[in-house]
């Protein structure tokens, strides 16, 4: 997910490691950060396995780190941005859809298209396993009942989160198909 992020920033220009940090941190929402235990490592290798170049700028006495994408860390985002989406990866899921489609301006229509279709074959098979679950619960009212109700309330939640999702993500990929090339 890091790596998506830090070539997706790049391909919009040259960045240092502290802004790549603070932008993540704001994109993220709240409570999700990246350290700089997991950053620079991660840059490390993005600059050892050719993803990236570093330039050293010198500012006011101090050594800044500069990070630009290559040509073969553009094809690692294209490859990137064209895998399918997980949807066992516990949570994650949502999270790198979000950040793909930040990036979807550079990614061509089909791309675009093949990865909001994937997120809406997740959401609808993630809401018929909640009506599943809740059909199950409603049929055989296990016990405790103050438990079961609760988590019936809490399907009712998910359910409706699903519901809003799945119609928002249909509308994007109708605006998605209506644009021009």
Known sequence: MYELFVLGELMTGEKHGYMLQDVLKNSLGFGRKISSGTLYPLLSRMTESGSIHLR??????RARKIYEITE???DRFLQLMTMPL??????????IFRLKMVY???VAKDVRLACLDQYLQILEKNCRYVSDFESYLLKHKPEPEAQRVQLLRVFDFRKRLGEVEIR???E???RVRAQQE
Do not use: N
């Not at 050293?56 to 006495?61: N, V």
């Open 86 to 95: 997980d949807s066992h990866a516990d949570g994650e899921t949502g999270v």
């Open 72 to 74: 073969a860390g553009r």
């Open 168 to 170: 928002w993500v249909k």
């Open 56 to 61: 050293i700028e010198e500012k006011g006495g």
């Open 104 to 106: 979807f301006q550079y």
């Open 172 to 174: 994007e990929i109708d």
